[in-house]
């Protein structure tokens, strides 16, 4: 009945906002313990942040693993969104750095590109004036 598939996707969507409630609430939960536990500055430009701009001020992962939040705070660290962005992007560049191998020669290639026959159109023609006297 349609009665029961409604009740069905309702406790589905249900667990999935549960789910995400719970995933938010962790993530405030490490974020309010670092910014007790650490002066609200960030560590790499030394911004000072108080009241509203408190939102600026994000919690870094030093391993880069969202699950690993130590009570003692040791994989925390504060950044404010632009040191936190960078340090992300940093890691980035470096990364793609390690993936793409340097520029590939391509000049090997660009040689068939212009006119592959004209030498051997110059032979056949001196050949065939060679022909025509006989
Ligand atoms: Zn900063
Ligand atoms: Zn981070």
Redesign the pocket.
Known sequence: MPKNKTNDSNRLSQVVADARRHMQDREKTYREKALKMYPHVCGRCGREFSGKQLREL????RD?NHDNNPPDGSNW?L?CIYC?DN??GRLEVAESYDNHSPSKEKSADSDFSHKPFAALEALLKSKGGDDADH
Not at 58 to 61: F, G, S, W
């Open positions: 994000t919690v870094h992962h880069h660290e950044l936190h340090e992300h």
